[in-house]
T-cell receptor, first 115, second 115 residues
Framework: NAGVTQTPKFQVLKTGQSMTLQCAQD?????MYWYRQDPGMGLRLIYY???????DKGEVPNGYNVSRLNKREFSLRLESAAPSQTSVYFC??????????????FGEGSWLTVV | AQSVTQPDIHITVSEGASLELRCNYS??????LFWYVQSPGQGLQLLLK??????LVQGIKGFEAEFKRSQSSFNLRKPSVHWSDAAEYFC?????????????FGTGTRLTIIP
């Protein structure tokens, strides 16, 4: 009963390093999301993929890239990490992005620190 | 664009006491409204949601919320809290006729339970 699985759970990067956060869901969902969570700011959408083969920018896309590898997997890449990208990252999925009332299922989060 | 406000950053209640978490939204029409809970080290889990109809919505874990259009509020309540309810609670507002990319999360209320 995995749901949404994201890796790694913890990562420390040096400024300028690159890394990829991996996410996979086993619920046959069409739509997937990457959010970041910062203290006092709630969750903010970085990128989303409404369906396999499509990706779109969210509220805070600068400094990130994404890849929808297949229906199950949606990765988030930091090409040149900056301290401002220190955050907790959540992957999420839902059946249909265009049905705004659908329940969104979240992974357990990835804690990223950039020093 | 819609917005959501959770005026209480941190609330402490005694085990067995009643609970009310406040959520106010701004939107031109009736929005979609959600409450999510985040336990320590976990992702967000949906507690309940409101689309239309009956303004009192029942959720999981004994929670309920009431939509009050006149007050632009969607407060979360529980008659008697348990120690396991200690978590962070997020209210979210979505825009009908738009997808989940328009979902806006509040900044969260941290709930502490004392014996």
């Amino acid at each position: 009963n995995a749901g949404v699985t994201q890796t790694p759970k913890f990562q420390v990067l040096k400024t300028g390093q690159s890394m990829t956060l991996q996410c996979a869901q086993d619920m046959n969902h069409n739509s997937m999301y990457w959010y970041r969570q910062d203290p006092g700011m709630g969750l903010r959408l970085i990128y989303y993929s409404a369906s396999e083969g499509t990706t779109d920018k969210g509220e805070v896309p600068n400094g990130y890239n994404v890849s929808r590898l297949n229906k199950r997997e949606f990765s988030l890449r930091l090409e040149s990490a900056a301290p401002s990208q220190t955050s907790v990252y959540f992957c999420a999925s839902t059946g249909d992005q265009y049905r705004g009332g659908n329940t969104i299922y979240f992974g357990e989060g990835s804690w990223l620190t950039v020093v | 664009a819609q917005s959501v406000t959770q005026p209480d950053i941190h609330i402490t209640v005694s085990e067995g006491a009643s609970l009310e978490l406040r959520c106010n939204y701004s939107y031109g029409a009736t929005p979609y409204l959600f409450w999510y809970v985040q336990s320590p080290g976990q992702g967000l889990q949906l507690l309940l949601k409101y689309f239309s109809g009956d303004t009192l919505v029942q959720g999981i874990k004994g929670f309920e919320a009431e939509f009050k259009r006149s007050q632009s509020s969607f407060n979360l309540r529980k008659p008697s809290v348990h120690w396991s309810d200690a978590a962070e609670y997020f209210c979210a507002v979505g825009a009908p006729n738009f997808g989940n990319e328009k979902l806006t999360f509040g900044t969260g209320t941290r709930l502490t339970i004392i014996p």
